[in-house]
């Protein structure tokens, strides 16, 4: 599976060996890659270049790989899609991993192949956030206008309530967990600790309440998601 334009990779590894395979083979597909050898060094690429895809390994020296993801989420003006590398293969590992913003996770020894079919698929995705409108499913959002309709029906959203669903849109199909949320929402100013069970209530009384299933659920020890068919995602 190629494209006709190559993406722009950042990737962090510090594995000699590992970091040339990919390139070797990323390259010849066309796509270009940056690299970096140590966490730090990768988030300042990540937060100073225009990437489509970061492949950030879990473990690094000078910052591992959830304190170099969580600070790209914290600090960058875009939401730069995320795959994780990890030896790990633990139910806790990935959680983890998707608590602090991951948007894909691949377990070493991985496809070569395999890698460039997420990553192609997780630049696609977010073009969702290069448009004034997502649509998921039965779901329609409009950044421009900031409004939001489902099976047509137009969605009579606050503005928390707005951004929120904008938020876990933006996401789909990964879990944002309450943490993430917070800090998007309110940044580091403090708010009462119910404050976000309140939105998230309201907006399913909007958006789930009246119709036949629900889009909004919870992820157990996780977070928030949409449940929807994103077959005719544009």
């Known amino acids: 599976m190629t494209m006709s334009k190559g993406l722009h990779i950042l990737l962090i590894e510090d594995e000699v060996s590992i970091a040339k395979n ?18 730090d060094q990768g988030l300042d690429l990540a937060l100073n270049a225009y990437y489509d895809v970061v492949i950030l390994d879990l473990n690094l020296p000078s910052m591992d790989g959830l304190n170099v993801c969580q600070a790209i989420r914290k600090k960058s003006e875009r939401h730069v899609p ?9 139910i806790d590992d990935k959680v983890s991993g998707f608590h602090v913003g991951t948007d894909d996770y691949l377990t070493k020894p991985f496809s070569l192949q395999e890698l460039e079919v997420r990553c192609i698929a997780l630049s696609k995705r977010h ?32 503005s928390m309530g707005f951004r929120i669903l904008q938020i876990l849109a933006e996401a789909h199909p990964q879990v944002v967990s309450r943490s993430q949320l917070t800090q998007q929402l309110w940044g580091d100013e403090p708010t009462e600790s119910d404050a976000l069970r309140s939105h998230i209530y309201q907006l399913r009384n909007v958006v789930d309440k009246p119709f036949s299933s629900p889009l909004i659920k919870t992820v157990f020890g996780a977070g928030f998601a949409l449940s929807v068919d994103d077959n005719n995602a544009v």
Do not use: C, N, W
Request: charged content about 25%; hydrophobic content about 35%.
């Open 22 to 39: 990919i390139a070797q083979y990323m390259e010849y597909k066309g796509h270009v890659l940056d690299f970096a050898v140590r966490g």
């Open 127 to 158: 073009l969702l956030q290069t448009t004034d409108k997502i649509e998921l499913g039965p779901l329609t959002i409009d950044r421009k206008s900031k409004t939001a309709s489902r099976d047509g029906q137009s969605l009579s959203l606050s």
């Open 82 to 90: 995320i795959l994780m590398l990890t030896a790990r293969d633990s």
